[in-house]
């Protein structure tokens, strides 16, 4: 059987010329970045090398671009080590400090918030997006406050793709930090861009950020590498102890393989929107929300169709659960995603879809179809022809079940 990979936001396979440059950084290239020798040094030319492709990419300078093993990881600094500058200056013990961010960010800032939350150490907004899954600037600038530190919202949302207004975030947030008096907080601004990086300008004076986070695998390169950008003179502290890696910012031998990988790749964004690609992909998608629209009966579309990225299509099919569909549709060989998360044996609807106003059930009954590079109208065709017919199968079982209940409940 054929498989088809439609979760390109889960992750992206490696490119080959990606794999190519990494694989002599595994065996003849082995050194430690770290150390004075000439292996040491072949390894540290490497990291620098990719570190200035990365740079030249967001418009940053090299020693802004620290290396982590991933934008979980970036966003864990970002949020605390932040509140770790803070509270290492004696004045600011007094004051609990406030941050800002969205009620459908990936859960590594949700949960890094709300553990700061537990820990008395700030309290967190959490603004909610509208029905189209998108951020008001208006709502975020309402919510500044005298204390408030830190805002962090995504670019793009990992679900249902919506693009959030960054640019205007941060210029709002520069416009206020211009008004303010030495003495006062000037305000951070962060965005995790881990799914924006593919497809949308990340330049980060044009978004005026502070700080942005990503994830290499997303961009077909390695997993398990990825970076924070830290503009020079932001007041953050390093969570994690040990060597002097990154700056002092980040300790940890580097995964030069994945630095490596991670810099070709960043490269080669720059080829897929000249030889256009990223056209194509968005041409695909809209070829499947339409197919999908006129096909399957009561299939909705979650999130703006035209704020969106150009890969993302996630829908609500009406009286299905979604994980049905989803193991249905791995048998057919064709992956996708829900976001529904699995918790203590219970399946939760996805806080992103209930924070845009879906009900449980609805949320439940989703599926997130993710789009890359080699994905092809052949694709797209075979998997709407196989979830047409699942669709139908699950609502026929779906609705025996129901008559059944209703018909006992009425004999009862
Ligand atoms: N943020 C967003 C928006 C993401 O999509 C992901 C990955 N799904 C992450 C953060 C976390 O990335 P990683 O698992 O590579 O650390």
């Known amino acids: 059987m054929k498989r088809i990979y439609l979760d390109y936001a889960a992750t992206t396979p490696a490119d080959k010329e ?32 990719a570190r200035g492709k990365i740079a030249t990419f967001f418009g940053a300078v090299p020693s802004e671009i620290i290396f982590t093993s991933g934008a979980t990881e970036s966003n864990n ?41 537990k820990e008395g150490l700030a309290e967190v907004s959490y603004i909610k997006p509208d029905k189209d899954g998108l951020i008001k600037v208006s709502d975020i600038a309402k919510a500044i406050k005298s204390n408030t530190i830190l805002i962090s919202v995504m ?32 305000l951070l601004f962060h965005t995790d861009a881990t799914q924006a990086v593919n497809y949308f300008d990340c330049n980060v004076a044009k978004l005026s950020v502070d700080l942005l986070s990503m994830s290499a695998h997303k961009i077909y390169g390695p997993k398990g590498v990825g970076m924070l ?53 968005l041409e695909l998608r809209d070829y499947l929300i339409a197919k999908v629209s006129k096909e399957i009966p009561k299939a909705v579309l979650n999130g703006s169709k035209i704020l969106r990225s150009p890969n993302n299509a996630n829908f609500s099919f009406a009286d299905v ?38 009900k449980a059930e609805q949320a439940h009954g989703s ?4 789009l890359g590079k080699y ?29 059944e209940y ?5 004999k009862a």
Do not use: W
């Not at 190519?20 to 292996?39: C, D, Q, R, T, V």
């Not at 040094?41 to 090398?49: F, G, R, Y």
């Not at 940890?252 to 990223?278: D, L, M, S, W, Y």
């Not at 992956?335 to 203590?344: D, E, R």
């Open 155 to 186: 670019y793009v949302n990992n679900e249902i793709g919506t693009v959030q207004p960054i640019e205007k975030i941060g210029k709002l947030v520069k416009k206020l930090n211009a008004t303010k008096k030495e003495n006062e907080f000037k």
């Open 77 to 117: 600094i970002t949020i605390k080590g932040v509140l770790k500058s803070y509270y290492s200056k004696a004045e600011n013990a007094k004051i609990k400090p406030h941050i800002i961010t969205t009620a459908f960010e990936h859960h590594c800032v949700l949960d890094s918030c709300k553990t700061v939350e």
């Open 375 to 403: 994905t092809t109208k052949q694709e797209i065709d075979a998997a709407v022809k196989k979830l047409k017919t699942i669709v139908e199968r699950l609502r026929k079982i779906s609705g025996n079940i129901l008559g």
């Open 18 to 49: 990606v794999l190519k440059e990494m694989l002599p950084y595994f065996s003849e290239n082995f050194g430690n970045a770290m150390s004075i020798h000439s292996f040491g040094q072949d390894a540290l030319q490497a990291v620098d090398s």
């Open 406 to 410: 209703y018909n006992k409940s009425h």
């Open 367 to 370: 599926l997130r179809f993710t």
């Open 229 to 281: 950008y830290v503009k020079k003179g932001t007041t953050i502290k390093k969570i994690q102890d040990g060597g002097d890696q990154e700056y002092k910012m980040r300790a940890g031998t580097h995964n030069v393989p994945g630095i490596v990988g991670f810099g070709k790749a960043i490269e080669q964004i720059a080829n897929r929107k000249t030889q256009n690609v990223n056209r194509k992909v």
């Open 321 to 358: 659960e979604g994980e049905g569909l989803l193991l249905s549709l791995d048998m057919e060989g064709i992956a996708c995603s829900t976001g529904s998360a699995c918790s203590s044996g219970a399946l939760s609807p996805s806080h992103v879809l209930l924070s845009i106003g879906l």
